[in-house]
Nanobody, 115 residues
Framework: QVHLVESGGGVVQAGGSLRLSCAAS????????MGWYRQAPGKQRELVAV???????TYADSVKGRFTISGDNAKNTLALEMNSLKPEDPAVYYC?????????WGQGTQVTVSS
């Protein structure tokens, strides 16, 4: 029943900005945290940012100061604001919701940075 859908990916010039959104539907039991992962071609999945209920956030060192994760509980959405994009940022970005019982994933959205 739980479904996560990402949107907002695209092609952006280095130094530009992009906003990713994740829309969640369905019932999720006891959410531990929500976040964004990314996976570049030939590389392992990487945790980009985490949002814990209550507003606590954590970022990978590579995106600190450039990316911002936020959530809207009323709308059941999760967003990732990406600024000052770099050539090393391109990847498929995945939304995830981690509960006490299961981890849920979106289908991913492609982010490409031109230089």
């Amino acid at each position: 029943q739980v479904h996560l859908v990402e949107s907002g990916g695209g092609v952006v010039q280095a130094g530009g900005s992009l906003r990713l959104s994740c829309a969640a539907s369905g019932n999720i039991f006891s959410i531990n945290y929500m976040g964004w992962y990314r996976q570049a071609p030939g590389k392992q999945r990487e945790l980009v940012a985490v949002l814990i209920r209550g507003g606590t956030t954590t970022y990978a060192d590579s995106v600190k100061g450039r990316f911002t994760i936020s959530g809207d509980n009323a709308k059941n959405t999760l967003a990732l604001e990406m600024n000052s994009l770099k050539p090393e940022d391109p990847a498929v970005y995945y939304c995830t919701v981690v509960s006490a019982r299961q981890t849920y994933w979106g289908q991913g959205t492609q982010v490409t940075v031109s230089s």
